[in-house]
């Protein structure tokens, strides 16, 4: 049971080019998350997902796209990439349901856009 | 729109010496408020999960309440491996989580 894993875990851009990041769970959740951390700062919502098929915007969705096309996996993309999309970024996953709102974190990605 | 302040930012505490860490919230419909420990470098590691005022979690050292507007992390005796960021999030019913920017604590051997 490998929980939750995210690929890259480094990765550098130039301005303008594009990625995709892979986030993968074993643990058969319905909710996906995905957040940037920047220094100091706490965790902002991007996108998430509350089901296969299924995304929504959360708080700084601008500049980002995501795909959740099988249940355990949530893609966040990057069309062209700009130097304040450096950031490290987490993906999580929640079982949901009743009082069962505990969110499991992958180790994150850090990204540096030049 | 939901909303997660902490205080204080960063906290330096001596061996042994308790005290604790505040989060103020305001939530549309509140499903669950939860503290998360996060160390350098790495993903936040999930504590306690908090559903309505008056509950209190313990584990260790650490102990968490909640009132309807904020809740408290209790710090015991602390050791200097509890060394991290805590931070705080609150989840309403539109399944979405906020986060606060957390409080950084140091225990000094």
């Known amino acids: 049971n490998a929980g939750v894993t995210q690929t890259p875990k480094f990765r550098v851009l130039k301005t303008g080019q594009s990625m995709t990041l892979l986030c993968a769970q074993d643990?058969?959740?319905?909710?996906m998350y995905w957040y940037r951390q920047d220094p100091g700062m706490g965790l902002r919502l991007i996108h998430y997902s509350v089901g296969e098929g299924t995304t929504a915007k959360g708080e700084v969705p601008d500049g980002y796209n995501v795909s959740r096309l099988k249940k355990q996996n949530f893609l966040l993309g990057l069309e062209s990439a700009a130097p304040s999309q450096t950031s490290v970024y987490f993906c999580a996953s929640m079982l949901g349901g009743m009082l069962d709102y505990e969110q499991y974190f992958g180790p994150g990605t850090r990204l540096t856009v030049t | 729109e939901d909303q997660v302040t902490q205080s204080p930012e960063a906290l330096r505490l001596q061996e042994g010496e308790s005290s604790s860490l505040n989060c103020s919230y305001t939530v549309s419909g509140l499903r669950g408020l939860f503290w998360y420990r996060q160390d350098p470098g790495k993903g936040p590691e999930f504590l306690f999960t908090l559903y309505s005022a008056g509950e209190e979690k313990e584990k260790e050292r650490l102990k968490a309440t909640l009132t309807k507007k904020e809740s408290f992390l209790h710090i015991t005796a602390p050791k200097p491996e509890d060394s991290a960021t805590y931070l705080c999030?609150?989840?309403?019913?539109?399944?979405?989580?906020?986060f606060g920017d957390g409080t950084t604590l140091t225990v000094k051997p």
């Open positions: 999030a609150v989840q309403g019913y539109a399944g979405k989580s906020t």
């Open positions: 643990m058969n959740h319905e909710y």
